[in-house]
């Protein structure tokens, strides 16, 4: 299994910014991808999450209607479009494979209960 974040950047406050996750290794639309984050000092969060195969997705409270996450089956990709971005939200942002049916508690799951990650990528927001 392979997860390659990119796509993060430095962006002031109030702007957007998409991140990609191309996956490899496993069958990709048999499975969930999530999303967590990790600021400096802080554990690390689930964000969102999205079902391969349906299509649905859930997000933390604190992200939903700013943050988008879609998949591309063609391309094995996930990707978080994000928006309205906060200073708070500066932090390294993961994606991880997730059990389908787990997809829906992911963000308020544990990190460390997923097994495969990517190196992650860098989100700066400045004030």
């Known amino acids: 299994v392979q997860l390659v974040e990119s796509g993060g950047g430095l962006v002031q406050a109030g702007g957007s910014l998409r991140l990609s996750c191309a996956t490899s290794?496993?069958?990709?639309?048999?499975?969930?991808i999530g999303w967590f984050r990790q600021a400096p000092g802080k554990e690390r969060e689930g964000v969102s999450c999205?079902?391969?195969?349906?299509?649905?997705?859930y997000y933390r409270d604190s992200v939903k209607g700013r943050f988008t996450i879609t998949s591309d089956k063609a391309k094995n990709t996930v990707y978080l479009e994000m928006s309205s971005l906060k200073p708070e939200e500066t932090a390294v942002y993961y994606c991880?494979?997730?059990?389908?049916?787990?997809?829906?508690?992911?963000?308020?799951?544990?990190?460390?209960?997923?097994?495969?990650w990517g190196q992650g990528t860098q989100v700066t927001v400045s004030s």
């Open positions: 999205i079902s391969i195969s349906d299509g649905i997705t």
């Open positions: 991880t494979v997730v059990e389908t049916h787990e997809c829906m508690s992911m963000v308020d799951t544990m990190w460390n209960e997923y097994d495969y």
């Open positions: 290794g496993f069958t990709f639309d048999e499975y969930a």
